[in-house]
């Protein structure tokens, strides 16, 4: 049996967790890495939780681990812990196998955008039922970008000046109809490509709605520092 | 009489901070705001004032508040105040008018990026020295770009994802030859150009060094927190 956080809700979320840099214990980076005390997936699904849309939530584990996953989330939400596999496209396919047919809308979650406020997963998941097979989270790109290439001196050099104004940085959840998602990994041949570059593919429409600063990308230590910042403004 | 730094330096700081932007007072946002109780003008200039190759720094300020802007940072620094223009662009002129000829590199720095620290300005000013005519700090782009277009119902749909990988984020200072950034400023017809896009035009090679975490802009409330946590590191 699935469990299940909210039973009316209608969005399962999946967070692929199983890549090398998910490790339990000191020097695991990733999704393990500590925030104020907690690991960064803890973080993450404690607000996917708390989004009322949400019925299920699916964490792809290393095979290994997936005991110690689900023993180190029991008592933050109810959750399913799958066994993922070598890439993260494969985890995506192995969590979304998990998700009941009759759920209508699945988000693909990132755990290092750790403190990603319930509010954004409620809009990402509204816009899929309003309509839109795949949708976003996207902020501007504010500091100038550059075209690079090989430099003579072992040097990087510029090759142009990027127009900046139509570009867009790209957060999670990325949010799709169940069976968008499920033809687009069924079909997948890159694994390089995001969810959303997937249904890109499949020539169908991936539409933005505005990101959050609080969905940011946790990997730096200089991003750790911000994110203590910003837990102890709460 | 132009005031000197060091006087064995070998470079002009130019600081175009004329900009609407800029206005002493409450609600006065970029340069003038208020970062641990100091404008980051303020915190700017004291980290350029800090890099040894540093001769003279020269700030361009609004015309009304040029007075203003010396008494502000005369405790600081010994730097040049000149009134800028309309536009940033014709604001770095006006300020590099101010440059004595003998100085033979000139780097033109943002004070919204206030903690950048005299490590990355050495480093920019020494690939100058080293025979690079243009020089720009870069970092990776970390997060996944898309280019977006107008979609159907008033959003914005993805129209295709950018290789991330030949993408760099550009900071300041931008670092130049003196002659250099005096003849592009001298053909510059586009207002909206960075510098480096200056001599991009002009047909000359500009090259990247790495930039730093800490030479963040800081725009956004967010940009705020974490400067402010990162100032507490110290």
Redesign the interface.
């Known amino acids: 049996v699935t469990p299940q956080l909210n039973a009316r809700g209608d969005v399962a979320v999946l967070v692929p967790a199983a890549g090398a840099g998910l490790r339990l214990g000191p020097g695991g980076p990733k999704a393990l890495r500590l925030l104020a005390g907690e690991p960064l997936l803890v973080h993450a699904i404690r607000r996917v939780a708390a989004s009322p849309s949400v019925r299920t939530i699916v964490v792809a584990a290393p095979a290994a681990e997936v005991e110690a996953v689900r023993d180190l989330l029991a008592t933050v939400a109810p959750v399913t812990v799958v066994a993922g596999g070598a890439e993260r496209q494969e985890s995506v396919a192995l969590a979304l196998a998990a998700v009941p047919a009759d759920v209508p809308i699945v988000l693909v979650h990132d755990a290092a955008r750790a403190l990603t406020p319930p509010e954004l997963i409620e809009s990402v998941a509204a ?1 899929v039922r309003a309509g ?1 097979p795949a949708v ?1 989270p ?1 902020l501007p ?9 090989p ?2 001196d072992g ?8 127009d900046r104004a ?6 999670t959840p990325q949010g799709f109809r169940h069976d968008v998602l499920a033809a687009a990994h069924a079909s997948a041949s890159d694994p390089l ?2 969810d ?2 997937l249904v ?1 593919k499949a020539g169908l ?5 505005p990101g959050s ?2 969905a940011l ?1 946790i ?2 230590p ?1 991003d750790l ?2 994110a ?3 837990l102890h ?1 709460r």
Do not use: F, N, Y
């Open positions: 816009a839109h976003i996207v790109v504010v500091d100038t970008i550059k075209e690079v290439g430099g003579g040097s990087e050099t510029v090759l142009g000046t990027v139509v570009l867009r940085s790209v957060q490509t995001d959303a570059g890109e429409p991936v539409t933005c709605v600063d609080l990308k990997t730096r200089l520092v911000l203590e910042a910003l403004l």
